[in-house]
Nanobody
Framework: QVQLVESGGGLVQAGGSLRLTCAAS????????LGWFRQALGKEREFVAA????????YFADSVKDRFTISRDNAKNTVSLQMNSLKPEDTAVYYC???????????????WGQGTQVTVSS
């Protein structure tokens, strides 16, 4: 059974940085992508970033691609999201996700973490 456990959320001032980490377990992720989505209050969940477990190809939403980086540690089975130059509009619950495809809009994603709150104050 796949488990995704997020950590690292919190409160930060605008312009600051946070690092989120997702610990993944329950299967080998060779052909999978792992990544992050976020959902702000009253809004739909949206894609943030993803990384291919094998090969390390990365994908980013336009709104974050110059500020966020994503990386994976195959030995520790973790994926991390480094968020820099944070803005109040980045405030959301951030969810770790895993499946064969995280990028195609509308694609059903099977595995989700519980989420971690990120709040950016102005």
């Amino acid at each position: 059974q796949v488990q995704l456990v997020e950590s690292g959320g919190g409160l930060v001032q605008a312009g600051g940085s946070l690092r989120l980490t997702c610990a993944a377990s329950g299967r080998t992720f060779g052909s999978y992508a792992l990544g992050w989505f976020r959902q702000a209050l009253g809004k739909e969940r949206e894609f943030v970033a993803a990384v291919r477990w094998s090969g390390g190809t990365t994908y980013f939403a336009d709104s974050v691609k110059d500020r966020f980086t994503i990386s994976r540690d195959n030995a520790k089975n973790t994926v991390s999201l480094q968020m820099n130059s944070l803005k109040p509009e980045d405030t959301a619950v951030y969810y770790c996700a895993a499946d064969l495809d995280l990028v195609t809009p509308g694609h059903y994603i099977r595995y989700w973490g519980q989420g971690t709150q990120v709040t950016v104050s102005s």
